[in-house]
């Protein structure tokens, strides 16, 4: 099984020309995930260029899961190469070489998916021909296709990008979702709403495949969803559309696509999208919540809860809890 933003090594091996320009994205996505600057991070666009076996240098890196700590040399090749080709890859790397000198950690990476043994005989020849030229071969690393793949799936833009067969970026993973400014106030679990918080609960276990909330806005119907799953083990399965016009057939196609499984999150969605949605999904596959006002006559056939407004009280303990300095008074009002 697959989640939603799980990239196929194969996608990443049939980027081609494209593959070099592809990593650069990937390297500038990682990098403003760590929270480096801009100019920490140098990339040759001109995949052509002499460029002394650097097509990336990275200066004085946080360690990540996929960046080395302090400066690196990145080295891109679409395809693949045998370990003769990886020395004489790193022998002909001037420039490469010289960083090495100094300190840097030396990636090269290839688009081709690699077994563990053919990985590490590759590996192994790198760091042969490091210790040959006086380098440290221990800070060498190798990425192929399957890492890359695997690095790709943890930021959901680019695992959707067009270029790996994807829809494009107009859905959002869980994270994006919750950290958007509209829901930084605390979160108050009202009683009242406790069986659509079970029914949420439901389509995150996999019990209830189809759900509609429905209720006037400003209620909280999206933020219920939210913490909910927020809880919840399937919680990277997540994906949040925030308009159903905006939500393309697809995208939905993508979601039914293979061994993915995910749980579509669909805001501002009429009845109407509600069940055009319905009837695109593989319901064993994809778990649809859709959020909505329910000014609407159409019948759905699905299950469904129309929120109401909290009860007094419970509007007075999200009071104080988000602003805790109001007197009862003004919290009454």
Known sequence: ????????????????????????????????R?????FQLDINSQTNTADGGVDAALRSSNATDWLPKGDSAWQFK?????????????KGAAFARD??????TYVLVLGRPLVGT???????ALREQAEALGLDGSVIRLYDGNQLARWVSTLPALALDRRLGGPGPAVLDFE????????QERWVACPSRAEMEA?????STGDLPIYRLEGGSGLGKTRLAMEVLRSAEARPLVVYAPRAEQLQTETVSYLCDGERTSILVVDNCSRAYHQSIVEQIDGRKVRLLTIGIDAEERLVRTPLHQLPAAEPGEIDAILQENVPGLWPEVRCV
Not at 34 to 38: C, E, F, I, P, Q
Not at 118 to 124: A, E, F, P, V
Not at 176 to 183: D, I, N, Q, T
């Open 176 to 183: 994006r979702w919750s950290s958007s400014a509209e829901h």
């Open 99 to 104: 960083l090495m000198s100094k300190g840097a």
């Open 1 to 32: 099984m697959a989640g939603p933003f799980d990239v196929d090594p194969t996608s990443v091996e049939r980027l081609g020309a494209a593959f070099a320009l592809f990593v650069n994205d990937l390297l500038v996505a990682e990098v403003g």
């Open 78 to 90: 679409s395809s693949d190469l045998e370990p003769a080709e990886c020395k004489e890859e790193l």
């Open 34 to 38: 760590a929270g480096l600057l801009g």
């Open 118 to 124: 053919m990985k590490q005989s590759r590996l192994g």
């Open 199 to 203: 029914a949420v609960t439901s389509i």
